[in-house]
């Protein structure tokens, strides 16, 4: 004969212990907790603000264009950053070195005059927000007039 076998059921012998949902604080450390979330709190906003510079420290190229050339009348320096670093440049600048004026002409704009000893810079925190394909570089002088050119 075969036997049936009844199922069986378990009856638990003791019950979880229940989870407070709040904790009760001696208040002799309760301002040392408050202390310690301030912290914390405090910790994530600087944390925040390193990930906020590590990204503008983190170089987005490794190439850059560095000239320093001259240019007198009637023979003008044209640079194509494509061509020089395979990309239009998003920062840099342009020096004036000479004694007198230069002009520069960023895209086929118009004409910048460059004082001696005048920077432009572009891309920079305190620089133009333009992106420059093409800089032409220009001066009324007879004399050579230096200057120098960085871009990346």
């Known amino acids: 004969?075969?036997?049936?076998?009844?199922?069986?059921?378990?009856t638990p012998v003791a019950k979880p212990p229940e989870v407070p949902t709040v904790i009760e604080v001696?208040?002799?450390?309760?301002?040392?907790?408050?202390?310690?979330?301030?912290?914390?709190?405090?910790?994530k906003i600087i944390?925040?603000?390193?990930?906020?510079?590590?990204?503008?420290?983190?170089?987005?190229?490794?190439?850059?264009?560095?000239d320093e050339s001259t240019v007198v009348k009637g023979k003008p320096k044209t640079y194509r950053f494509?061509?020089?670093?395979?990309?239009?440049?998003?920062?840099?600048?342009?020096?004036?070195?000479?004694?007198?004026?230069?002009?520069?002409?960023?895209?086929?704009g118009a004409k910048i005059k460059l004082k001696s000893g005048e920077l432009f810079t572009w891309g920079t925190p305190i620089g133009r927000r333009i992106i420059i394909r093409k800089m032409e570089v220009s001066t009324e002088s007879t004399s050579s007039q230096s200057f120098r050119v960085f871009a990346i």
């Open 26 to 43: 001696p208040t002799e450390i309760a301002p040392l907790i408050d202390a310690i979330s301030e912290l914390k709190e405090k910790l």
């Open 47 to 66: 944390e925040q603000k390193l990930i906020n510079i590590e990204g503008i420290l983190t170089p987005e190229v490794y190439d850059y264009f560095y």
């Open 1 to 10: 004969m075969s036997s049936i076998r009844k199922p069986v059921i378990l």
């Open 82 to 108: 494509k061509d020089e670093i395979g990309r239009d440049s998003k920062n840099g600048y342009i020096m004036n070195d000479g004694d007198e004026a230069i002009y520069i002409k960023i895209n086929d």
